[in-house]
């Protein structure tokens, strides 16, 4: 009897440590494994940090114990960074994620169809009055992003370097990154109502 109790005990262990490779295999795949980041920073300038948490794409901003803000649902976010990005003086915290639609509820004249396509965006936003307020939101990339940075490359302030990829078809309107596609580097600066690209790549002159 002890002998079948402690083979049980090794079949379920067994069975456990399977399933959690199976996992593991399975998020290493998707890129899924891993997602979680952190920062501090404070955003208003009021002298208490925020924290500034990415878990399983879904982002949280917390002020203490006081949650000042969180992503919705339906947005997939990949990266986040905090940095003067429209270089006014103020750090931002600037997003880029996956979503349905370039727009809100009020679409321009111009589009008269329901826009379903699942693509890329990057979105701005500042801290104010305790309250996450919208600097600048992007329709949906011409090329998804892969990684991004906030810095200043060539000494005339910070800029946006994008690691762009491009996208793979899933179904209907539904695209994801394709990872077997090549990368290349961009740099965009903040000119008053957008990003301008300045550099294909930090090599180009």
Known sequence: ????????????????????LTVFLFLT?????????????????DGVTEEYSLVN???????????LWRSPSDWRIDNFALGDVDNDGTVNLVLSLWKTGSFGSVKPFWQTAEDTGYKNHLFVYRLKNKAMKQVWCSSDLDRPIVSFTIRDVDGDGPSLVVEEGKYRK?????????????????VWRWDEWGFRLVKRSLSDS
């Not at 179904?171 to 961009?186: C, I, M, N, Q, W």
């Open 29 to 45: 795949d998707t890129g899924d494994f891993g997602s979680r980041t952190r920062d501090l920073g404070d955003l208003d300038g």
């Open 170 to 186: 899933m179904s209907g309107e539904r695209y994801a990154l394709d990872k077997k596609a090549p990368v290349r580097t961009t």
């Open 57 to 67: 794409h879904h982002l949280t901003v917390r002020e203490g114990k006081k949650y």
């Open 1 to 20: 009897m002890v002998n079948l109790v402690r083979f049980s005990r090794v079949t379920r262990a067994a069975a456990i440590l399977a399933a959690l």
